[in-house]
């Protein structure tokens, strides 16, 4: 019996110590997300804008911890030399503890343009223009800016 108690104790022990080194260290995960296009703008490139373009009052009033902001930016060039661009941005919630994002936007917005015989570089620069024009939406029926 004492056997027993001695080998779960020593089993419980050794399980503790073991996961508090097989746990990994937790980054904080990004509150921005990007499905963008690479043609017309990198992610990182996205979420700067992102980042640069939500004042700090809309995360008073919707916080990091249960929300986040996605965006996307499609389009290019077609076969004839016209340059079309559609820009999203979207307030996604997060859930519980994990903070998987669910897709029931709270608010979105859509931008979008076309231009004919645009170079690969105009195209990216009106790809930029209606993300911003997208971002500026949501933010302004989120918070008076």
Known sequence: MKLTAALLAFSVA???GSSALAQPVREAKSLL???SSEA???AEGAKAMLKENIP???WKVYPEEKWT???QVEGGLTREGICVVTARVVLLPRTGTVRAVLWRPEKKATAFDAK???TA???RAIAREKLKEAITAVVSSLVKT
């Open 69 to 71: 902001f996605l965006s």
């Open 121 to 123: 570089e105009q195209c």
């Open 116 to 118: 004919p015989g645009a």
């Open 40 to 42: 017309l703008i990198d």
């Open 14 to 16: 050794a399980l503790a």
């Open 56 to 58: 700090g009052k809309v």
């Open 33 to 35: 997300m990007d499905y």
